[in-house]
């Protein structure tokens, strides 16, 4: 079975331009989050997909926006970066099934290492 | 809200001696805890989980945690180390219900196994 696969991997954006980062779950999977991690400290939750609606967002500003598609790959969309933006990018992806089985353990992909200048 | 916290940023253990990364946490309700790992250029890689059931955790790798509800730690435990173990570890809670994959993490305590 594949992984979470995240493009792009690296990318340099300046100050006030919008990106889109995209992630492909792994094969069964439907539900897919994304977490923001600075350097030097753990990953912060972003939000949540499920059936191609947000339905979890931790405490980001609306220019953090997502998609996710019937394929349940997802995009993250940042509008107005700013510099604490820079941070590496994760996206996981978890299987249906109750929180009780193993439908909460998250697949993690590699990230996408995003810098503003 | 909820909350983790690992109080050692470094760990250093030699090889073949026991190793313990610590963490604590803060949470209303039944929490959900996890430990990842994260090698250099890697995804966070998950080693084990508690849910309900017995306080000692078996994981990946011959890592264990023992859940501790009276103290809420979850201490990650491990036997005999190994060089290969040195990474990057985090601690993470959810809550049951609709939110349990919506994990928060602690920032983090990187493990050194010196050979």
């Known amino acids: 079975e594949t992984g979470v696969t995240q493009s792009p991997t690296h990318l340099i954006k300046t100050r006030g331009q919008q990106v889109t980062l995209r992630c492909s779950s792994q094969?069964?999977?439907?539900?897919v989050s994304w977490y923001q991690q600075a350097l030097g400290q753990g990953p912060q939750f972003i939000f949540q997909?499920?059936?191609?609606?947000?339905?979890g967002r931790g405490n980001f500003p609306p220019r953090f926006s997502g998609l996710q598609f019937p394929n349940y790959s997802s995009e993250l969309n940042v509008n107005a970066l700013e510099l604490d933006d820079s941070a590496l990018y994760l996206c996981a992806s978890s299987p249906p099934g109750g929180a009780d089985s193993g439908a909460n353990v998250l697949t993690f992909g590699a990230g996408s290492r995003l810098t503003v200048l | 809200a909820q909350s983790v916290a690992q109080p050692e940023d470094q760990v250093n253990v030699a090889e073949g001696n026991p190793l313990t990364v610590k963490c604590t946490y803060s949470?209303?309700?039944?929490?959900?805890l996890f430990w990842y790992v994260q090698y250099p250029n890697r995804g966070l890689q998950f080693l084990l989980k508690y849910i309900t059931g017995d306080n000692l955790v078996k994981g990946s790798y011959g890592f264990e945690a023992e859940f501790n509800k009276s103290q809420t730690s979850f201490h990650l435990k491990k036997p005999s180390a190994l060089v290969s173990d040195s990474a990057l570890y985090f601690c993470a809670v959810s809550l049951s219900g609709g939110s349990a994959r919506q994990l928060t993490f602690g920032s983090g305590t990187q493990l050194t196994v010196l050979p």
């Open positions: 094969s069964g999977h439907n539900t």
């Open positions: 949470v209303s309700g039944n929490p959900y």
């Open positions: 997909y499920y059936r191609e609606e947000e339905n």
